[in-house]
Structure formats: structure tokens, C-alpha cells
């Protein structure tokens, strides 16, 4: 059997193309009403097995405008550091669920990821979590 990589790039195409061409052909045929030989019908069957794998169990969320979070969130993510003793992460997976938003968004906000602008995000968690730890 020949494994994916000791092909080159033009044999992987050719095969790809071919694959492609012979899917699209069974399809015509299953349209039309034509009988599939045995071939073509396990052919169809591995296509609609892996479509049917492919199908996500969870929903996708819709593109657009990215949910806005709120102006507290340094303080919500200080508390769940502080008094409930969770890592910066374990807070952001939390604030995820409860703000119905991405971790990496949530981390973004709180600056524990080095995008534009983290050090001022990330001063502002660093003294919610002093404030709190003097209280």
C-alpha cells in the first residue's frame, strides 16, 4: 500500500482529480436512475459513510459580529483566581460558558494572550486579582 507521503505533489493531484471525477460520475448515475456496479455502489457507500462522519454533533456558531464582553470581566476572572483558586485558564473556560463566547476571546480580554494592546488587558486582571488579594 502507498502511503500519502512517498507520493509527489503531481501524483497526489492526478489521484485526487481522479477520485474526484469518478464521485462525481457514481453521483450522475445514482441521479439518472442507473444501475451501479459493484465498484460504484461501495464507492457510494464510502462517500455517504464519511459525509455521515463528517457531520458535527455541535452547532456551529454563527459568523458575525463578535459578542461583546463585559467591562467587568477582570473582575470576574480576579474572583474565580482568588476565592474559588482556579489558573487564569480554568477561569477563561469559565467565563466562556458563562458569557456564551470563545476561550480564546475571553483570554484576548483578559490579555493572557499576546495579541495587540495585552499589556494594558493584562494590567487590569493583575490589579483586580491585588485588589482582591488585599481584601
Known sequence: MVKLNDVSDEQYRKTAEHQKASAIEVAAKIESGEELNA???KL???LVRRAGRAISSTRKRPAGKQK???DTLPLQAAMLIVHKE???TAAAHAL???HGCTVQSVQQALGLTRKHGWQVRRRDLDEAIALLEFI
Do not use: G, Q, V
Request: charged residues 35%; glycine residues 0%.
Open 44 to 46: 457510494a457507500a464510502a
Open 96 to 98: 466562556a460558558d458563562k
Open 39 to 41: 465498484m460504484e455502489r
Open 86 to 88: 482556579m489558573s487564569a
Open 68 to 70: 461583546k464582553l463585559p
